[in-house]
């Protein structure tokens, strides 16, 4: 059982990285662009973008999902759902909102290739200013070409 949920958990958060991408290229670059601008143009004022919305609209299936599962935890796959794409949502604050843009002074400096290449390709995305054009709209999954560039 325990098997069987680690896994659901796992391949939640790597579809995860599907749906962050898929949402961040066709949803915050198209209708919802209003909301992403200002994490491109950083017109906002303070701690928190209009951009943070995106997280509520994560958290809010993980977190419900995770309630309606946990009477039975090892039999509800609802639970091992709702980890993983509160877990993603983990990982994709703590590298794009903490190690990427620093709104924490935390985890500034790395020798790791795999962070310095996921750093690279989001600051490539951010030299778009537009809704329109773009690229590098994935996260944890980093294009060879930015990797392959990475110095040790
Ligand atoms: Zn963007
Ligand atoms: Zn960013
Ligand atoms: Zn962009």
């Known amino acids: 059982m325990w098997i069987k949920n680690i896994v659901i ?10 749906v962050a991408w898929f949402t961040h290229k066709y949803v915050m670059h198209g209708f919802l662009w209003f909301l992403h601008k200002d994490h491109h143009d950083k017109t906002s004022k303070g701690f928190f ?3 943070d919305f995106f997280f509520l609209l994560f958290a809010i299936p993980g977190i419900s999902l995770i309630y309606l599962g946990k009477n039975n935890p090892l039999e509800d796959i ?5 980890l993983g794409i509160t877990l993603y949502g983990f990982l994709y604050f703590s590298v794009h909102d ?4 620093q709104r924490f002074k ?5 020798n790791i290739k795999y962070f310095k290449a996921i750093r690279k ?3 490539v995305h951010h030299k778009h200013l537009t809704k329109e054009d773009g690229e ?11 990797f392959n560039e990475q110095k040790k």
């Open 98 to 101: 903490i190690f990427i843009h």
């Open 136 to 146: 590098c709209f994935g996260m944890l999954v980093v294009p060879k070409k930015y």
């Open 78 to 82: 609802r639970l091992w759902i709702g």
């Open 121 to 123: 390709a989001h600051k």
């Open 9 to 18: 958990l796992i391949l939640t958060a790597c579809f995860m990285e599907f």
């Open 106 to 110: 935390w985890l500034r400096n790395t």
């Open 49 to 51: 973008e209009d951009n």
